[in-house]
């Protein structure tokens, strides 16, 4: 017997996008804990990006192993086929796989961590990769629209606090009319009125 069936009064709170991290020069991201950034760490962004740039350190940065691996920087190596581009005008949430760095990387005949290095450069070191986690194993938002849609769900988790420097959910509800509402291309979306409730 379902918790349903035993009519019992479970609400899930289901976001309104995968959950997963963002990658950044200035947060999380998969040189952090090599030897080499891990010494220029602490300096003003425009000084590491333009230290970054120089040929001899890219190649030093990417031929490195940490010291001690740092296990956020670590998922982030070994999953470039989760790494995605964000674009800070209209971000793709539902980012096709073919646009991840180990796509992209394949295409090119570039090492992923080579595309990664000099992504994270790009925007004088502004620019942001989402990795998505959770609630994107067929790399669509087919599941996530179905838990949206359930009677008893409820829109969640929408804070902007505990994890700032690499996940703001305080998106959640502008993704819910932006994306769900609104600009959803890779499926179904949902009626205005679905959303508001």
């Not at 606090?161 to 420097?165: D, I, M, P, S, T």
């Given at each position: 017997m379902s918790a349903s069936d035993a009519e019992a009064m479970l609400f899930?709170?289901?976001?309104?996008?995968?959950?997963?991290?963002?990658?950044c020069?200035?947060?999380?991201?998969?040189?952090?804990d090599h030897p080499s950034y891990v010494e220029m760490?602490?300096?003003p962004r425009a000084e590491r990006v333009a230290r970054m740039r120089d040929p001899e350190m890219k190649a030093r940065i990417l031929a490195e192993r940490p010291e001690q691996e740092d296990i956020l920087?670590?998922?982030?190596?070994?999953?470039?086929?989760?790494?995605?581009?964000?674009?800070?005008?209209n971000p793709d949430y539902e980012p096709h796989?073919?646009?991840?760095?180990?796509?992209?990387?394949?295409?090119?005949?570039?090492?992923?961590?080579?595309?990664?290095?000099?992504?994270?450069?790009?925007?004088?070191?502004r620019n942001v990769l989402m990795m998505p986690l959770l609630n994107y194993s067929d790399f669509n938002l087919d599941a996530q629209r179905e838990m949206l849609t359930?009677?008893?769900?409820?829109?969640?988790?929408g804070d902007g606090?505990?994890?700032?420097?690499f996940i703001c959910d305080a998106s959640l509800?502008?993704?819910?009319?932006?994306?769900?509402?609104?600009?959803?291309?890779?499926?179904?979306?949902?009626?205005?009125?679905?959303?508001?409730?």
């Open positions: 899930p709170q289901v976001a309104s996008r995968p959950f997963g991290m963002l990658i020069l200035d947060s999380l991201h998969a040189f952090g760490a602490l300096l920087a670590a998922m982030v190596r070994g999953f470039p086929e989760r790494l995605f581009p964000l674009a800070e005008r796989p073919d646009t991840s760095v180990a796509a992209r990387a394949a295409a090119s005949g570039r090492d992923p961590m080579e595309l990664l290095y000099d992504e994270l450069l790009e925007d004088d070191g359930h009677p008893r769900a409820v829109l969640g988790l606090g505990a994890h700032c420097g509800p502008t993704t819910m009319l932006s994306h769900w509402a609104r600009d959803r291309s890779r499926g179904e979306r949902l009626p205005v009125e679905h959303v508001v409730r």
